[in-house]
């Protein structure tokens, strides 16, 4: 059983639209950071590369083709995996537990302002013959399962609002952050209606983006690193996206990859033991349910907690310090690293203005976006 840590991570930045830049100088530019902070050389350093890509989002047939020369992985192994970046964080994990290599580099992108159909790439994951024909933006899904999730909690419409004003107040410290902003509550529930009862500043606005992780072996990492944040557990689940036979108010994803994951790393009591957490919150909602579906509340109870300000940056549960999706933007396959990469930045105090104080473990989880029910978790630690 081999202790694994991130030993280097690299971020460009996210951004509304990129047009002077491709996505090949970004995966360059994330992974010369991630590289020269981990100290290693990708030609000899680095036994494996991962790459998070789907080909729809890209534009291209099997798009991993394209990969290889900006990460230094020409010629070397190179594994891709068609999901968010923390299964290719995962993907990483185990790769180094089978003792066959020492050293994987991670890496996960967005390039989302170069599609000009968005809502018709995401509507091809949807069940061909039933849901499909019905036509319309797929967002609409969220739309239905927002209201049952707040039918079945009683969760409000005014503390979803809450968690975009938090968020989004909470990337005013962060560089990286694309969509920041100082807004009030009924700034968003006023805002422009879209899917009811979403409306338009509920939703996470697109974003160009790369991150870069290098993973180690425990003595590689004590080679490399004197500030190694260790993999203390992760896990994933994919549930079915058929509308038809769904779960609309539980992330049932999300509970099971937590269950995974805490087994993994040990851990029984999840309120007591995750000092803060970075969770998915493409919609506003998503950030209560993914919360109670972790078990860092009960159902039912994350409204409340938000509303009272435990979830704050002052709080004793921060959540998305880093401002979530909401405030960086939904970075596609990124979404899962930029929510790894905030855990690691405040795990080695590097977070800066944001930095929270005396946190030893936190949680990234992600999911994977409409229509999916796929999710993952990670629990990382600095001791």
């Given at each position: 059983?081999?202790n694994?840590?991130?030993?280097?991570?690299?971020?460009?930045?996210?951004?509304?639209?990129?047009?002077?830049?491709?996505?090949?100088?970004?995966?360059?530019?994330?992974?010369t950071?991630?590289?020269?902070?981990?100290?290693?050389?990708p030609?000899?350093?680095?036994?494996?590369?991962?790459t998070?890509?789907?080909?729809?989002?890209?534009?291209?047939?099997?798009?991993?083709?394209?990969?290889?020369?900006?990460?230094?992985?020409?010629?070397?192994?190179?594994?891709?995996?068609?999901?968010?970046?923390?299964?290719?964080?995962?993907?990483?994990?185990?790769?180094?537990?089978?003792?066959?290599?020492?050293?994987?580099a991670?890496?996960?992108?967005?390039?989302?302002s170069?599609?000009?159909?968005f809502?018709?790439?995401?509507?091809?994951?949807?069940?061909?013959?039933?849901?499909?024909?019905?036509?319309?933006?797929?967002?609409y899904?969220?739309?239905?399962?927002?209201?049952?999730?707040?039918?079945?909690?009683?969760?409000?419409?005014?503390?979803?609002?809450?968690v975009?004003?938090?968020?989004?107040?909470?990337?005013l410290?962060?560089?990286?952050?694309?969509?920041?902003?100082?807004?009030?509550?009924?700034?968003?529930?006023?805002?422009?209606?879209?899917?009811?009862?979403?409306?338009?500043?509920?939703?996470?606005?697109?974003?160009?983006?790369c991150?870069?992780?290098?993973?180690?072996?425990?003595?590689?990492?004590?080679?490399?690193?004197?500030?190694?944040?260790?993999?203390?557990?992760?896990?994933?689940?994919?549930?079915?996206?058929?509308?038809?036979?769904?779960?609309?108010?539980?992330?049932?994803?999300?509970e099971?990859?937590?269950?995974?994951?805490?087994?993994?790393?040990?851990?029984?009591?999840?309120?007591?033991?995750?000092?803060?957490?970075?969770?998915?919150?493409?919609?506003?909602?998503?950030?209560?349910?993914?919360?109670?579906a972790?078990?860092l509340?009960?159902?039912?109870?994350?409204?409340?907690?938000?509303?009272?300000?435990?979830?704050?940056?002052?709080?004793?549960?921060?959540?998305?310090?880093?401002?979530?999706?909401?405030?960086?933007?939904y970075?596609?396959?990124?979404?899962?690293?930029?929510?790894?990469?905030?855990?690691?930045?405040?795990?080695?105090?590097?977070?800066?203005?944001?930095?929270?104080?005396?946190?030893?473990?936190?949680?990234?989880?992600?999911?994977?976006?409409?229509?999916?029910?796929?999710?993952a978790?990670?629990?990382?630690?600095?001791?």
């Open positions: 059983m081999r694994i840590a991130i030993v280097g991570v690299g971020c460009t930045g996210f951004k509304s639209i990129t047009p002077d830049i491709s996505y090949k100088e970004m995966m360059f530019e994330a992974a950071k991630a590289y020269e902070d981990a100290g290693v050389n030609r000899k350093d680095i036994d494996a590369f991962v998070c890509a789907e080909d729809y989002w890209e534009g291209y047939s099997i798009f991993d083709e394209f990969v290889p020369d900006q990460l230094g992985a020409a010629l070397r192994h190179l594994f891709t995996v068609t999901a968010d970046g923390l299964y290719g964080l995962a993907t990483a994990y185990m790769l180094i537990r089978t003792g066959g290599f020492d050293v994987v991670v890496e996960a992108h967005s390039k989302a170069d599609m000009l159909t809502a018709d790439i995401v509507a091809f994951g949807m069940d061909p013959i039933f849901n499909r024909p019905l036509g319309g933006h797929p967002y899904i969220a739309g239905l399962e927002m209201t049952r999730f707040l039918h079945e909690t009683e969760n409000t419409k005014e503390q979803c609002a809450q975009v004003v938090k968020n989004k107040r909470n990337a410290k962060n560089a990286c952050a694309a969509h920041a902003a100082n807004i009030t509550v009924d700034q968003v529930l006023e805002s422009e209606p879209y899917f009811y009862p979403l409306s338009k500043l509920d939703i996470s606005p697109l974003a160009d983006g991150i870069v992780m290098v993973l180690a072996s425990e003595d590689a990492a004590k080679k490399l690193t004197d500030k190694p944040v260790w993999v203390k557990g992760v896990g994933w689940n994919a549930e079915t996206p058929w509308l038809e036979t769904r779960e609309w108010g539980n992330a049932i994803y999300t099971l990859a937590a269950r995974m994951a805490y087994k993994t790393a040990g851990i029984s009591n999840p309120q007591k033991d995750i000092d803060f957490a970075e969770v998915n919150d493409t919609f506003s909602y998503k950030e209560l349910q993914h919360l109670e972790l078990k509340c009960r159902k039912g109870e994350s409204g409340k907690l938000t509303e009272e300000g435990a979830t704050a940056p002052d709080g004793y549960l921060p959540v998305n310090v880093s401002g979530g999706l909401l405030g960086m933007g970075g596609l396959e990124a979404s899962g690293l930029q929510k790894a990469l905030e855990v690691v930045l405040q795990l080695r105090g590097e977070a800066g203005k944001r930095q929270l104080t005396d946190v030893k473990t936190g949680l990234a989880q992600t999911w994977r976006g409409i229509p999916t029910a796929n999710g978790v990670a629990i990382l630690s600095n001791c």
